[in-house]
């Protein structure tokens, strides 16, 4: 063996180890001259930045009942509103957010499904409240007061523009989707919430 081959081996180990630290460099260099960029993970619905928090009081059971934040911490919850009777259309919607807790497999215990009226008085004048109640016995069924904290309320959760809204286990409203949202992509953000809280 001649004295030029271990010089040799030893300049392609040096060239070699220059070639790996050079690397990520290049391939840095290669995705940023070429616009690559990472898919974003994507909501389906609408973020609510910085989330509202529900007003201490506000709500009422439909049998009249003060129904307290406090009552609706520790779990999730999705609150469908509901302008005028509870009709075809809307009891398809229950089934529908029905199906979409039930999706959720071992985890839908941890997610509390709410119909949220627009006044006591509407609601309790509706002829399909008692076919809901009946169809649906661990739903909770609510309304606005009709002192300020309901007006607050109601402002809060308007049921015109966004008609489901997602409120977390500190009673805070943080995701809204409009009338007729897609379903699926309801069911993908709630199994991305459940999977990364430490609360609820």
Same mark, same amino acid.
């Given at each position: 063996m001649t004295a030029a081959a271990p010089l040799a081996r030893g300049r392609r180990t040096l060239l070699l180890v220059a070639a790996l630290l050079a690397l990520p460099f290049v391939v840095a260099f290669a995705l940023y001259w070429f616009e690559w960029r990472p898919?974003?993970?994507?909501?389906?619905?609408? !973020?609510?930045?910085?989330?509202?928090? !529900?007003?201490e009081s506000g709500l009422t059971h439909v049998d009249g009942r003060p129904l307290n934040t406090e009552e609706l911490k520790r779990k999730w919850s999705l609150i469908m509103v509901n302008v005028g009777d509870c009709a075809t259309a809307c009891q398809r919607d229950l089934q529908q957010i029905r199906q979409v807790q039930v999706a959720l497999n071992k985890e839908m215990v941890r997610l509390r499904r709410v119909l949220l009226g627009h006044s006591l008085t509407e609601l309790r004048a509706d002829p399909g409240l008692s076919t809901v109640q009946a169809a649906y016995p661990d739903l909770l069924v609510a309304a606005p007061s009709d002192d300020e904290a309901g007006a607050a309320a109601r402002i809060l959760l308007d049921g015109r523009q966004h008609r489901y809204y997602v409120v977390d286990p500190l009673g805070n409203v943080m995701m809204r989707y409009p009338a007729q949202p897609d379903m699926a992509g309801m069911l993908k953000d709630l199994e991305r919430l459940l999977k990364y809280s430490w609360v609820g």
């Open positions: 898919a974003k993970l994507a909501n389906h619905g609408e !973020l609510i930045t910085p989330p509202r928090p !529900l007003p």
